[in-house]
């Protein structure tokens, strides 16, 4: 099984700054990666998928990049809205399994 | 635009089966470009996928919970649903539906329903 870990578990950054996300596979995914955002109580968001792609309606402050066993979520200048959890998510081909990341949480500075 | 609905009862006792149904409005779960899926959530904890199924029934699951999940679909209903048998507390979760899409090798999960908190408890 694949074992997805993020880091830090929680991140704590100032409104306009920079945040930077990071998520590490246990052996290669190739760009097999995808970002989520969960506020309280809410579901999940898909953000980026692909490893690098942004989902449709998700502004471009927030972008993703890596490859293999090493990725990366940038959010370029951090709104209000965007102090919440985030999960990175893999699929593995064979044996076919889908697993997240156990998450970081943003927190506000 | 695409909507997800779970149902069910939120109180399940100990040693039985959690059912759960989750229906799509606003576009077809006979898509040929999607798989829908189940993911739970337990509080305070992060996301666990279940198990995964096609329009056409084809299924697949987590290894770690296979022995005792049960995805179908009714087409008929726009519907798909979740069975898990024996369950326990450590059951207890939010359990969420999603649209799965499968590009080459990557899938991913847009959008979501906005999730149903089953307890486990006698």
């Known amino acids: 099984e694949i074992v997805m870990t993020q880091s830090p578990a929680t991140l704590s950054v100032s409104p306009g700054e920079r945040a930077t996300l990071s998520c590490r596979a246990s052996?290669?995914?190739?760009?097999?990666l995808a970002w989520y955002q969960q506020k309280p109580g809410q579901a999940p968001r898909l953000l980026i998928y692909g490893a690098s792609t942004r989902a449709t309606g998700i502004p471009a402050r927030f972008s993703g990049s890596g490859s293999g066993t090493e990725f990366t979520l940038t959010i370029s200048s951090l709104q209000s809205e965007d102090f919440a959890v985030y999960y990175c998510q893999q699929y593995n081909n064979w044996p076919p399994l889908i697993t997240f990341g156990q998450g970081t949480r943003l927190e506000i500075k | 635009q695409l909507q997800l609905q779970e149902s069910g009862p939120g109180l399940v006792k100990p040693s039985e089966t959690l059912s759960l149904t989750c229906t799509v409005s606003g576009g077809s779960i006979s898509s040929s470009s999607y798989y829908w899926g189940w993911i739970r959530q337990p509080p305070g904890k992060g996301l666990e996928w279940i198990g995964s199924?096609?329009?056409?029934?084809?299924?697949y699951y987590n290894p770690s919970l296979k022995s005792r999940v049960t995805i179908s679909v009714d087409t008929s209903k726009n519907q798909f649903s979740l069975k898990l048998s024996s369950v326990t507390a450590a059951d207890t979760a939010v359990y969420y539906c999603?649209?799965?899409?499968?590009?080459?090798?990557?899938?991913?999960?847009?959008?979501w329903g906005q999730g149903t908190l089953v307890t486990v408890s006698s």
């Open positions: 999603a649209r799965q899409l499968r590009v080459a090798a990557n899938e991913w999960f847009d959008p």
């Open positions: 052996q290669s995914v190739s760009s097999n």
């Open positions: 199924i096609y329009y056409s029934g084809s299924t």
